[in-house]
C-alpha cells in the first residue's frame, strides 16, 4: 500500500515539531538540514529488511524538510536519505547512498551491524576526502519508528526530593539486575527489571532518593569493540537522543520505560539521565555516516576554521556536537523537554558538560546553552547536574556554572581519596570539602547543595577496588593496558588485589566504611556507585566501558562481610536524614548566629583546641575534628518552624595509629558516640564522655558523636 495520500498527493506537513510525529490521523515528518539539496523519507516493510517506498520532502521551511502522510500509523519503519554536496574540504559530506537515522526518532528498531557500506568514502582510500562510497548501507542500519505516545500515567506524581535531601545511586540499566536472582530472568538487565520490587525494595531499604541512569539514549557500538567481540557498555556514543535504547526492554514499547519511572516514583525514588550531547556515536571525519554527518556535517559538527575536513575534538571522541548552533542547540532543548514532559524524568547529568556551555571556543558561563536553559519554564524545575569538565582549553570549570546547577566535585574525589590513603598536609583541604566546598559554588550564591560529592563513580575504581589496587588493569579491553587512569589516589592495603590475609581484609573493609561515612556526613549532596554497597569489584578494570559481562555487572550474592556493609550503609543515611545539620541548605559562616552563641562550626585539633595556623599548615597532619553547633541552626523547615538539633563532632584519623581526641569542654555537657568506623558494623560501646575526656580514635578510622542541647 501506498502512503503518499489521497490521488497521490502528498500533504505539506508542518516544520515543527521535528522528527515523526502521529496525530491520531497520520504522521508529520520533519528533518532539519540547511545545506542539503534534496531530503527523501525511505518507508520500510514491518521487519525493517526490504524500502517499500521513497518519499521526497519537498516542502522546506527556515531549513527544516517536512511533509504529512495521512495514512501512516504508529509501527511505520523509515530513515532518511540526503541529497548535497560530497565536498569534506567545505565541511559537507552528504552521500544519499548512505540511509540515516532521525536524530529526533522516538524509537530505533534494530541495531547497528557494522560493514564498510557504513562509510561514506572508501575505507582504504589514499585521502578519504577524494573517494565517495556508492554502496547501499540500509541492510546494516537501525530503521527509526513511528510511535504512539499515549501512556496512562494516572496519578503519577514527581518526588520533588529537596536537592539538601538527596542521595542518588549512579547505576547502570543492564549491569544492575543481569546477576539478580530474586529478578525473573526474562527481566534482567531492562528497564522492566529495574521496576522489579526486589530491586525497589533494596534501593529503599539502602535509603536512596534518585538513581542516575547510565546513558540510555539509543546508541552505537564502535567498530573496533565490535570486532574485538566487546560491547560499548557504558553507551555513550550517542545517534538518537529521544529514543531509549531498545536493548534495555524486555518487550518493545516506549511503555516499559515509562512504567520503570512510574514505578520509581511510587517508592518515592526520583530518575535522573546520563546525557550526552557533547559528541555523537559517528566518531572523527574518518567515522561512519550514520545520522549527523550525513544530514548536514556542517551544522551539526565543530568544524577546524582551517581545515574544514577534520572536526575540533573537545571531547576526546573525534567529534563535537556544535550546541552554539541555534539548530543544534534547538535539538538539544526539545530532547531535553521531551524526556522531562513525556517520559517524567526528574533530571539530568550532563556529560562533558563544558563542551555544551563553549562559544566558538571558550567557556561561556553567560552563554546561550545556560541562558535557554535557565529561561525553560520546563527545564528550570528539574535537577541539572553538570561534569564540569571537557578536554579543551580551559577544560576544568568546577564552581563555574551558574545558579540552577549542581556539579560533579572532582576535587571532593581527590581530596577523599588522598587523605584516606594516607597522604600528609590535606586537613585543610579536606576541611573544605567536608564543610561544602564554599570556595568552589559560594561566590555564584549556589549554597553547599551544588556539590555532588562522590568518592567513586562508573568511570575509574569500584570502592572496593579503590582500597584493593595501586594499579589499574585493563587488560581485557584489548588496549594493552594503555587505557584509563594512571592516577587513581588508591591504596591496595598491602597487597595488590585479592587476598587470604585476614589484617589486609580487615584493613580494606575498614577504608571502605572510612570512604562511605565520609561521603554521607559530608555537606552537600552524595553520590553513591551502584554496587559499592555489596563490595562490588571490577578485578581492577578502571575502565569497563567496553565490559558488557560480569566485571561490570552487580553480584547479589555478597558474603557476610557484604552483608555488613550493606547495613551500615543503611545506617550512614538514616543518620544524614535524623541530622539535618548534615543536610544544610546554607554554607558554614564560621563565627556564631547570635550573641553568647556557639560559632556555628569549629575545626578542633586532636588536643581539643581550635586549629590554628600552625595545625592547618602542618605537613605530616592527618587527623582533625568538626564541632558543628546545633544551636541557632538559623534554618527554617517548610512551616516556618526553625530547625533544631545536636551538637555534631565529626572526628576523622587517617594516621596508621590511634590518636586521642580531647573532647571540647564548653559547654559543660557529654557527648555520645554515634558511629566508629574501627567497629566491623560501626557501632561504638555504649556511653557518654564528659567534656575534656579523650576519645580513643583508633588508626585509620572515623567517628560521629552527638552532644544533645536542651531544648
Not at 514527581?158 to 529478578?183: A, C, F, K
Not at 584493613?507 to 556526613?521: P, S, V, Y
Request: overall charge negative; charged content about 25%; proline content about 6%.
Amino acid at each position: 500500500m501506498r502512503l503518499i495520500g489521497t490521488n497521490g498527493a502528498l500533504w505539506r506537513g508542518r516544520p515543527y515539531p521535528l522528527g515523526a510525529t502521529w496525530d491520531g490521523q497520520g504522521v508529520n515528518f520533519a528533518l532539519y538540514s540547511e545545506h542539503a539539496e534534496r531530503v527523501e523519507l525511505c518507508l520500510f516493510d514491518p521487519h525493517g529488511r526490504r524500502q517499500i517506498e521513497s518519499v521526497d520532502l519537498a516542502e522546506r521551511t527556515d531549513f527544516v524538510w517536512h511533509c504529512y502522510l495521512p495514512e501512516a500509523r504508529p509501527g511505520l519503519l523509515y530513515g532518511y536519505r540526503v541529497h548535497g554536496p560530497y565536498a569534506p574540504g567545505e565541511g559537507h559530506r552528504f552521500n544519499p547512498h548512505k540511509l540515516l537515522v532521525d536524530p529526533c526518532a522516538r524509537m530505533l528498531r534494530g541495531q547497528l551491524r557494522w560493514s564498510d557500506a557504513h562509510f561514506g568514502y572508501r575505507v582504504g582510500a589514499r585521502r578519504e576526502d577524494l573517494s565517495f562510497d556508492t554502496r547501499d548501507n540500509a541492510s546494516g542500519m537501525p530503521k527509526c519508528e513511528v510511535v504512539d505516545p499515549a501512556f496512562t500515567w494516572g496519578d503519577d506524581r514527581r518526588p520533588n526530593v529537596p536537592w539538601q535531601d538527596s542521595v542518588i545511586y549512579e547505576l547502570h540499566v543492564r549491569g544492575h539486575t543481569m546477576l539478580n536472582p530474586l529478578v525473573p530472568p526474562e527481566l534482567r538487565g531492562t528497564y522492566a527489571g529495574l521496576a522489579a520490587p526486589p530491586v525497589i525494595e533494596h534501593l529503599k531499604r539502602l535509603g536512596v532518593t534518585a538513581v542516575d541512569l547510565l546513558p540510555v539514549h539509543a546508541f552505537v557500538d564502535d567498530k573496533r569493540l565490535a570486532e574485538l567481540g566487546l560491547r560499548n557498555y557504558w553507551g555513550y556514543n550517542s545517534i538518537g537522543y529521544f529514543a531509549p535504547d531498545m536493548r534495555y526492554c524486555a518487550g518493545a514499547s516506549l511503555g516499559e520505560f515509562k512504567t520503570m519511572v512510574k514505578t520509581l516514583h511510587a517508592a518515592g525514588i526520583e530518575v535522573l539521565l546520563d546525557v550526552v550531547y557533547n559528541h555523537t556515536g559517528e566518531g572523527n571525519e574518518l567515522g561512519p555516516t550514520l545520522a549527523f554527518r550525513g544530514i548536514d556535517n556542517r551544522t551539526y559538527y565543530r568544524l577546524r576554521a582551517d581545515d574544514p575536513r577534520r572536526y575540533e575534538d573537545y571531547t576526546g571522541t573525534g567529534n563535537t556536537l556544535d550546541t552554539s548552533h541555534p539548530a543544534v542547540l534547538h535539538l538539544v532543548m526539545d530532547s531535553l523537554r521531551y524526556w522531562v514532559t513525556e517520559m517524567h524524568v526528574d533530571g539530568f547529568r550532563f556529560d562533558l558538560a563544558v563542551t555544551l556551555a563553549r562559544g566558538e571556543h571558550e567557556f561561556e558561563r553567560r552563554g546561550a546553552f545556560f541562558g535557554a536553559v535557565r529561561q525553560d519554564p520546563v527545564l528550570r524545575q528539574v535537577k541539572l547536574i553538570a561534569e564540569p569538565w571537557d578536554l579543551g582549553e580551559g577544560g576544568y570549570q568546577a564552581g563555574n556554572f551558574p545558579p540552577g546547577w549542581a556539579e560533579w566535585n572532582g576535587r571532593y574525589r581527590d581530596a577523599v581519596r588522598s587523605y584516606w590513603r594516607g597522604d600528609g598536609g590535606l586537613v585543610g583541604e579536606l576541611a573544605s570539602r567536608l564543610s561544602g566546598s564554599s570556595d568552589l559554588f559560594q561566590a555564584s550564591g549556589r549554597g553547599p547543595a551544588a556539590s555532588i560529592n562522590f568518592v567513586t563513580a562508573h568511570d575509574g575504581f569500584t570502592l572496593q577496588d579503590l582500597v584493593s589496587y595501586n594499579d589499574k588493569h585493563n587488560e581485557a579491553n584489548g588496549e594493552g593496558n594503555r587505557d584509563g587512569e594512571n592516577h587513581n589516589r588508591s591504596w591496595n592495603c598491602g597487597v595488590e588485589g585479592p587476598t587470604d590475609d585476614p589484617q589486609v581484609a580487615a584493613l580494606r573493609e575498614r577504608q571502605k566504611r572510612n570512604f562511605l561515612a565520609t561521603l554521607i556526613l559530608s555537606q552537600g549532596v552524595p553520590m553513591l556507585l551502584g554496587g559499592d554497597e555489596l563490595g562490588r569489584t571490577q578485578h581492577g578494570n578502571n575502565n569497563a566501558y567496553c565490559q558488557d559481562n560480569e566485571v561490570s555487572w552487580v553480584h547479589w550474592d555478597p558474603g557476610a562481610a557484604a552483608q555488613g556493609l550493606l547495613a551500615f550503609v543503611q545506617r550512614l543515611i538514616a543518620l544524614r536524614n535524623a541530622h539535618p545539620l548534615l543536610r544544610r541548605r546554607a554554607f558554614f559562616r564560621g563565627r556564631a548566629r547570635a550573641e553568647h552563641a556557639a560559632k556555628d562550626l569549629t575545626w578542633l585539633a586532636p588536643a581539643g583546641t581550635e586549629m590554628t595556623g600552625e595545625d592547618w599548615s602542618e605537613p605530616h597532619g592527618r587527623s582533625i575534628g568538626m564541632l558543628i553547633s546545633g544551636e541557632g541552626l538559623g534554618e527554617r523547615d517548610e512551616h516556618g518552624r526553625p530547625i533544631e538539633d545536636d551538637d555534631l563532632l565529626l572526628l576523622l584519623n587517617a594516621h596508621h595509629e590511634r590518636v586521642d581526641f580531647t573532647l571540647p569542654r564548653a559547654p559543660a555537657l557529654t557527648f555520645t558516640a554515634l558511629l566508629d568506623t574501627h567497629f566491623p558494623d560501626g557501632r561504638p560501646a555504649p556511653g557518654t564522655r564528659g567534656p575534656g575526656e579523650r576519645y580513643p580514635l583508633e588508626a585509620r578510622s572515623l567517628a560521629l558523636l552527638a552532644r544533645e542541647r536542651s531544648r
